[in-house]
């Protein structure tokens, strides 16, 4: 139980300790035991009311090497306009969203506006000052 995690690791921390956590938000799923938690910065602020989350090494991540993200409202999220990237000069990225609605097995997903890849959420708390 994540609730019952949260209590334990808090009760664990010394004064004036941080928090350093790497959740799963968006993974395969499994049905081992069971699949029920799915974590977002939101939820982690949650489970930890305690603790202050403002620190800017908070990031997301993803499998690929050194790939780290702002915890923004997207969270990751890869979009599949090709003018999104084109605004930002990333020519080849904005080419190959592009490319994707060509072939018609693709055309599904370039009907969605973002897909969210396989990440975990790095968050870093410290406790309020009184």
Known sequence: QPV????RVGDLRLPGGAL????????VYHAYPDDYWRFTPQGVKKLFPDLDFDHPGNCL???????LHPLDD???RIQLRGSYYR????WWRALFVDLLRVFPMYRWLTG???VLPMCHINMIGKRRQP
């Open 4 to 7: 019952l995690m949260a209590k």
């Open 87 to 90: 605004e930002r000069g990333r």
């Open 112 to 114: 969605q506006r973002k």
């Open 74 to 76: 997207d969270l990751g």
């Open 61 to 67: 991540t993803t499998g690929i090497g050194g790939d």
């Open 20 to 27: 350093v956590l790497s959740v799963p938000c968006a993974f």
